[in-house]
């Protein structure tokens, strides 16, 4: 079905390829996962089974036949990346529009999938209304409802909360049952995801690193440590944000009886009363669309409460406004590249400090790139939007941090990093906090709230909220689990 000779792909003058000389066939049928560490060539492969590329060297064949090609489906790591339509109907709608099937078929597709998605109250809403977990279920009903003979899945489950995970798991069952010659591959960062499919491919700065059952390259801890398959609290030990001396303004943020809706839809946050603390991590978690990523612009004021209030303070209570304010809350995004918008990686990193009259240094610079696990040399030039998933969401964290805040949301950040980027990113984490930063961390990873979280704040699909230690929501998740 899939069959790879000798393909290589380099990205425009990249030092190095991509893909460097990879072969290996996939047979219709074949349940296939593929994982390895952020930039190794897991995307760019899955690129180049869809057409979407050319192989700068060697041959891709997909079916015996090139004149006779065979449908195939591939589900974007960011969402955003292959919407068409403006409505969630329009979006899931628009394959079979192209196939010309009849309307009253259609309907009833489009209407089946939404239902086993379990998305059906999305049907008329704007595509860019929804979450990042509602985004990433509309693109895979997208993906589904055109029935591909082959099925690319580039972390679908990255956005996606518990109900939405199941969901995924379900519906790819009920796929399979369907149509048992359907072959998959599947790109993920957990191994528990890899264990369920037949194959697992590692690859490892563009070349096939292992190539075995699930067990067999899951239990070499040689492979596994040196394709970043190992999840384990370690990291740098110089991400020391602090070296600007600005010394802490903001101490506090305290929400009194908050309250935010988006017109014409009823309050995604209600009557919120909370007070953050400098030094502290706060850990938010909910379902899609109970209004996290909302919290995080109401945080850093890209976005104003409906009522209530949100007061930033200093050590002796009174207000932060004005000048004194600025800069002393920001934001790592759900999506790191609506946030880049210039031609290099250093550039990205020195904008932010240049607008408060601070020019870093050549070593400063290098201290960033290091935090976050980014090679300065690799790195400082390359056009931020060329990078992979996980390397934009660490130059992210580089860029929000290079600003020297006094708190930093951190919007998903595990989304995209490889299972050694997450446990850097923990231990980045602990460092800004012994530094005396104020987080807030928005998460679907279990694994993060219990090594961050000092307090939890849940958020449900009706606005309300609960907020636990992180201790007493630890014992609650668990007694959840046993009941």
Not at 55 to 72: T, Y
Not at 84 to 98: D, G, H, P, S
Not at 411 to 433: H, M, T, Y
Request: glycine share 10%; proline share 5%; charged share 25%.
């Amino acid at each position: 079905m899939i069959s790879l000779r000798s393909v290589s792909f380099r990205y425009g003058d990249s030092a190095r390829p991509a893909l460097d000389g990879i072969s290996l066939d996939i047979a219709t049928g074949d349940r296939v996962a593929v994982m390895g560490r952020n930039g190794c060539g897991k995307s760019t492969l899955a690129h180049l089974i869809s057409n979407l590329i050319k192989p700068s060297n060697g041959e891709v064949r997909i079916g015996q036949d090139n004149d006779n090609p065979v449908g195939v489906g591939l589900l974007f790591q960011n969402p955003d990346n292959q919407f068409v339509a403006l409505t969630v109907e329009k979006e899931i709608a628009f394959a079979l529009e192209n196939a010309a099937i009849p309307m009253p078929e259609m309907r009833e597709r489009v209407e089946t999938v939404l239902a086993g998605l379990g998305i059906a109250h999305l049907k008329g809403r704007l595509i860019n209304s929804l979450s990042g977990g509602e985004k990433q279920r509309v693109a895979l009903a997208g993906v589904m409802i055109a029935n591909p003979s082959v099925l690319l899945l580039d972390e679908p489950d990255s956005y996606l909360d518990a109900k939405g995970r199941e969901m995924l798991e379900n519906q790819l069952g009920l796929l399979r049952e369907k149509n048992p010659d359907l072959t998959e591959l599947r790109i993920t960062q957990y191994p528990d995801v890899a264990r369920k499919y037949e194959r697992l491919i590692v690859l490892d700065r563009g070349e096939i690193l292992a190539d075995d059952y699930p067990a067999a390259v899951l239990g070499h801890n040689e492979v596994c440590s040196k394709a970043g398959l190992t999840w384990a609290v370690s990291g740098p030990d110089n991400a020391t944000p602090g070296f600007f001396d600005r010394g802490r303004r903001v101490q506090s943020i305290e929400f009194s009886e908050l309250s935010f809706g988006y017109p014409g839809g009823s309050n995604v946050i209600q009557d919120l009363s909370l007070t953050l603390h400098a030094g502290e991590i706060l850990c938010v978690v909910g379902p899609s669309g109970s209004g996290k990523t909302t919290l995080s612009s109401l945080l850093t004021s890209l976005l104003q409460p409906s009522s209530g209030r949100i007061s930033r303070l200093d050590e002796l209570g009174n207000p932060v406004v004005g000048e004194r304010g600025r800069g002393r809350v920001t934001a790592s995004m759900q999506m790191p590249e609506r946030q880049f918008f210039l031609e290099s990686c250093s550039k990205e990193i020195e904008y932010g400090p240049s607008n408060f009259g601070r020019k870093l240094s050549r070593e400063q610079i290098e201290k960033m790139f290091s935090s976050v696990g980014l090679e300065y040399m690799t790195f400082a030039d390359r056009e931020p939007l060329v990078l992979s998933t996980g390397e934009k969401r660490r130059l992210a964290f580089a860029v929000v941090m290079a600003l020297d805040p006094d708190f930093i949301v951190f919007d998903e950040p595990g989304c995209g990093l490889d299972p050694e980027g997450v446990g850097n990113f923990i231990s980045l984490a602990r460092q800004l906090k012994t530094n005396g930063l104020g987080l807030v961390v928005i998460t679907h990873d279990k694994q993060v709230v219990a090594a961050l979280a000092d307090r939890v704040l849940v958020l449900d699909e009706y606005g309300q909220s609960s907020l636990f230690s992180g201790a007493e929501y630890e014992q609650e998740r668990l007694s959840g689990q046993e009941s």
